[in-house]
């Protein structure tokens, strides 16, 4: 759950980035991969760096030798599997305004230090019929982290409000 804190922060970094008096009304954050993707390659990492270690255990040298960098090969392979896993995916924030949503791109950091302007698009409903927490926007499918889909049913929902079917 965000905070009015943390929203306000959000709001206020993402602002010098968007035309002069926009006001934002929802700030989402985004991923440019599903969540499935940095665990593969984490465990891709990680099976790779344990590889000689398996190897050097079938190939005959004593056990205690070998069980002497379990330690050392655990934290190094978790780490690095980590930091290549969070390489693979480009993080955005989605500014919606009352009219267009605004895409920053916020790096392969964080949520919460956008650095560019990506690209605008007209309001619509952001959430896919693909599943919950898919945006599909021009040219993109991003993927909303389940901390995040409450904002984006918000933002769905202020959107049908204010443009009401006629019938």
């Given at each position: 759950m965000?905070?009015?804190?943390?929203?306000?922060?959000?709001v206020r970094r993402a602002l010098p980035f968007l035309p002069p008096g926009t006001e934002v009304r929802r700030v989402i954050g985004a991923q440019t991969?599903?969540?499935?993707?940095?665990?593969?390659?984490?465990?891709?990492v990680f099976v790779v760096l344990w590889f000689p270690l398996l190897w050097l255990l079938v190939s005959g040298w004593p056990d205690a030798t070998a069980r002497y960098f379990e330690p050392l090969?655990?934290?190094v392979s978790y780490e690095l599997g980590?930091?290549?896993?969070?390489?693979?995916?480009?993080?955005?924030?989605?500014?919606?305004?009352?009219?267009?949503?605004?895409?920053?791109d916020c790096?392969?950091?964080?949520?919460?230090?956008?650095?560019?302007?990506?690209?605008?698009?007209?309001?619509?409903?952001?959430?896919?019929?693909?599943?919950?927490?898919?945006?599909?926007?021009?040219?993109k499918r991003l993927f909303?982290?389940?901390?995040?889909?409450?904002?984006?049913?918000?933002?769905?929902w202020?959107?049908?409000a204010r443009n009401s079917l006629t019938g």
């Open positions: 965000m905070t009015r804190w943390g929203r306000r922060r959000l991969r599903g969540p499935w993707r940095p665990w593969l390659v984490f465990m891709a090969l655990y934290l980590w930091l290549v896993s969070l390489r693979v995916v480009g993080f955005r924030l989605l500014a919606v305004a009352d009219d267009t949503v605004y895409i920053l790096g392969h950091n964080a949520f919460l230090w956008p650095k560019r302007l990506v690209g605008t698009t007209a309001r619509a409903p952001l959430e896919w019929a693909i599943g919950p927490g898919w945006v599909d926007l021009p040219g909303v982290p389940r901390a995040w889909r409450r904002q984006l049913r918000w933002a769905d202020e959107f049908y």
